[in-house]
């Protein structure tokens, strides 16, 4: 994910190479032009979760791409990814990894590497 991207250049970009107008768009979504417009200009932050899921559905994303979609959208909102908030409550290994990491000050390099032995456990 570049560093750069925004929620809503994000969207315009899925949104050109699909060719899609933001009429369009914000006519599938059920939500106004002026609405869609504002968000792909940074005016406003994403919507809610389940406006989301129609956005995401719309721009037909790859499982890749709404990786990045939520991610942007959590950003842009100052949040933690839709996807994310009930796995991490059900499982309380995962909060304790995670408040352990951040009182450790893990650095990214510790992730990164943590994230390979999955990726090589899966296989």
């Known amino acids: 994910m570049a560093s750069k991207q925004s929620f809503g250049s994000f969207i315009i970009k899925k949104r050109m ?3 899609m107008t933001a009429r ?19 005016r406003r932050p ?6 989301l899921d129609r956005m995401a559905n719309a721009l037909s994303l790859s499982s ?3 990786d990045i979609f939520y991610d942007l959208a ?5 949040t933690v990814s839709e996807d994310l908030p009930e796995y991490i409550m059900k499982n309380n290994e995962v909060r304790q990894a ?3 990491s951040k009182d450790l000050d893990i650095d990214m390099m510790m992730w990164q590497d943590f994230m390979t032995q999955m990726k090589n456990r899966k296989k």
């Open 64 to 66: 890749s791409d709404r």
């Open 17 to 19: 190479e699909i060719q």
């Open 46 to 51: 994403a919507p809610r979760a389940e406006v």
């Open 98 to 100: 995670l408040r352990m």
């Open 24 to 42: 369009e768009f914000s006519k599938r979504i059920n939500l106004s032009a002026v609405y869609i417009c504002d968000i792909e200009k940074d």
């Open 74 to 78: 959590a950003k842009s909102k100052n």
